[in-house]
């Protein structure tokens, strides 16, 4: 995965699982971003129409119960779980050009080694 997981490091974290990826998003009962459905106010999504990210915090009512914010909408992000696939990783959440539907906390898709995209990015997580 490149430099990420390098400058996680630099920083003296790590990127997430996915398994603690999902549980920041989701807490103990939500399926979406603050609440358990989807709610396109909540997340930067294909309706909001902005056509590109935005400052973390720009939606507060879509924080996780641990008080992480930006897990849906925004960017899809990078997990340290490798894929079945050869050389994929997983990466979880949704982007600024997909609707909220799809900013559930269990979406879990895979990409290569080395992917870019304005709708990925990654997020480092500390170890308690």
């Given at each position: 995965?490149?430099?990420?997981?390098?400058?996680?490091?630099?920083?003296?974290?790590?990127?997430?699982?996915?398994?603690?990826?999902?549980?920041?998003?989701r807490?103990?009962?939500?399926?979406?971003?603050?609440?358990?459905?989807?709610?396109?106010?909540?997340?930067?999504?294909?309706?909001a129409?902005?056509?590109?990210?935005?400052?973390?915090?720009?939606?507060?009512?879509?924080?996780?119960?641990?008080e992480?914010?930006?897990?849906?909408?925004?960017?899809?992000?990078?997990?340290?779980?490798?894929?079945?696939?050869?050389?994929?990783?997983?990466i979880r959440?949704?982007?600024?050009?997909?609707?909220?539907?799809?900013?559930?906390?269990?979406?879990?898709?895979?990409?290569?080694?080395?992917?870019?995209?304005?709708?990925?990015?990654?997020?480092?997580?500390?170890t308690?």
């Amino acid at each position: 995965m490149g430099r990420r997981p390098a400058y996680c490091a630099w920083r003296g974290l790590r990127l997430p699982d996915e398994i603690e990826w999902e549980k920041a998003a989701r807490g103990d009962d939500g399926a979406f971003p603050g609440g358990t459905a989807p709610d396109a106010t909540r997340v930067n999504g294909l309706e909001a129409a902005l056509g590109d990210t935005v400052p973390v915090l720009t939606h507060p009512r879509a924080r996780s119960p641990f008080e992480v914010h930006d897990l849906g909408g925004n960017a899809a992000e990078w997990t340290a779980t490798p894929a079945p696939s050869p050389d994929h990783f997983v990466i979880r959440g949704s982007s600024f050009l997909e609707p909220a539907s799809l900013a559930r906390a269990a979406r879990r898709r895979e990409r290569p080694r080395g992917a870019r995209s304005v709708t990925l990015t990654f997020r480092c997580a500390s170890t308690p």
